[in-house]
């Protein structure tokens, strides 16, 4: 009988085992919560800028077109009592938004002191158009300090009057049907000079922010 022993190898290496994935492990809360915030900027960014694309927004212009002090007086214990009679004039450039003003304060400001205050009525602005406000603000018996009323004085009788007059609103865009929050507009023209009535008032431009 044959010896098959002799057939076999000396040395015998199995073959290795397959190796196994580690098993994964799922992506915590806090990874997913970053991943859906990020996209939600990416989607409301690409919103905004696709909005804008199409709406073309153009900034809010105001100017001063006529300002006149009427009734002034200074009285014995350093009282303002004036009426100061403003318009302004709103311009609306944009093609596709109106504005809706809600409240309307305006104040006049001389020497760094205020000096008179005024509301205006809510009304709304249509797209590409212009407005006129007309504004009183009124002094009454506002007391002021002895320099401001030196100057005051002096500029009065001069004929020439240098007015930093604030308009603040709270407004909301309408585009098409849609209306937005609330913003606040802040307005301020500088400087508003008042002339004597035979001298052409200088129309004022004014710095608008929303």
């Known amino acids: 009988m044959a010896d098959h022993s002799q ?28 991943l859906t915030f990020l996209l939600l900027i990416i989607f409301f960014g690409i919103t905004i800028l696709i909005t804008w694309l199409i709406i073309r927004p153009s900034p809010i212009e105001y100017t001063i077109e006529d300002a006149k ?18 318009t302004f004039m709103s311009h609306n450039r944009n093609h596709k938004i109106g504005l809706w003003y809600d409240s309307i304060d ?53 004929g020439k009057v240098e007015l930093v007059v604030k308009l603040h609103a709270r407004i909301r865009f309408k585009i098409g049907a849609v209306k937005t929050r609330h913003y606040v507009m802040k307005v301020e023209c500088s400087p508003v000079v008042h002339f004597p009535p035979a001298t052409a008032f200088d129309r004022t431009y004014c710095d608008v922010d929303i």
């Open 69 to 86: 002090i009427n009734n002034f007086n200074i009285s014995s214990n350093n009282a303002l009592n004036a009426t100061f009679n403003l």
């Open 106 to 158: 305006i104040t006049v400001w001389y020497d760094n002191q205020l000096v008179a205050f005024d509301e205006s009525s809510p009304f709304f602005q249509p797209k590409k158009n212009e407005t006129t406000i007309n504004i009183d603000a009124v002094a009454q018996d506002t007391p002021l300090m002895t320099s401001v009323v030196k100057n005051l004085k002096r500029d009065r009788s001069s």
């Open 7 to 34: 057939n076999k190898p000396s040395s015998y290496i199995p073959p290795p085992l397959p190796t196994r994935a580690p098993p994964t492990s799922p992506p915590s809360p806090l990874r997913c919560i970053c």
